[in-house]
């Protein structure tokens, strides 16, 4: 509505309009305090947003950790950690296992490390009382497809997005609806498509900087010292805790966390 747009013969009403655009106006100018108010944050930036925006009465109120909601965050593929400097992100892939994802978690605990386990839908669905226990020792759950297709990418679009959205519909029930924070592609069989699909489902395409190859037992001592030189690369690790007999990617992790702690490395998870 305009004030040039009242009729003539209701001038009465027309005045009174007047008035009551002026005072709007005075109120929103009072209110928005300058062209330099600092913006809100987007809704999909998860680890942005549980901040409070200084000086926004309005910011929103952080994240319930437990919760699935959808919302959209960034597609590029995450290699980088939340803290910068001296830290190491560990991913374990493949499971939950009932034999060896146990394992993993108390040797974490002992080293008081994170790690984000990238879980496979069916594994999930068998395995509910363990996501449980991952998310309750402080770490973070990955979406890792339902079948572990490696060669998805070469695949439609609708099968992309089917794999992704079942297992996360798995690993939702199997949870109790615990949030899944990233997605990680199978053998890194991403596309633009897939990073898209998972993205708009509030989960970062996670990728990784160090790849051991641990999943092949080329030996505990290989398995650390490929580690230890790739790192150079960046910090995100990528090993299993599922997938198969994993004793040598435990024993190679306990050695690698007792350096990692005589080096000064610090545990973070990758940027969300």
């Not at 997005?161 to 949030?179: F, P, V, W, Y």
């Amino acid at each position: 509505m305009t004030i040039g747009g009242i009729r003539r013969g209701d001038m009465a009403k027309g005045v009174g309009t007047a008035m009551a655009l002026v005072v709007t106006a005075a109120a929103l100018a009072s209110c928005a305090g300058g062209s330099d108010t600092p913006a809100r944050q987007r809704v999909g930036d998860t680890h942005q947003a549980a901040r409070p925006v200084p000086g926004a009465a309005d910011a929103e109120t952080p994240a319930d950790p437990r919760s699935t909601q959808s919302g959209k965050v960034d597609p590029s593929i995450s290699r980088h950690s939340e803290d910068g400097g001296k830290s190491v992100v560990l991913t374990l892939d493949d499971g939950p296992d009932a034999v060896w994802t146990p394992r993993f978690l108390d040797l974490l605990k002992k080293h008081n490390a994170k790690a984000v386990f990238c879980v496979l839908g069916p594994a999930a669905k068998a395995n509910p009382e363990l996501l449980g226990k991952i998310v309750d020792a402080g770490h973070r759950l990955c979406n890792h497809s339902v079948h572990h297709d490696t060669g998805m990418d070469k695949k439609p679009v609708e099968y992309q997005t089917q794999e992704i959205l079942d297992a996360k519909n798995m690993i939702d029930q199997a949870s109790g609806g615990r949030r899944i924070w990233y997605y990680r592609a199978p053998g890194g069989a991403f596309t633009p498509e897939s990073r898209r699909v998972a993205a708009d489902h509030g989960m970062r395409p996670l990728g990784w900087n160090v790849d051991p190859s641990d999943y092949q037992r080329p030996g505990v001592e290989t398995i650390v010292t490929r580690v230890q030189q790739q790192l150079a690369k960046g910090p995100t690790v990528l090993m299993h805790d599922g997938g198969g007999n994993r004793e040598q990617s435990f024993q190679a992790l306990e050695k690698l966390l007792a350096w990692f702690d005589e080096q000064g490395y610090r545990y973070s998870f990758p940027q969300s």
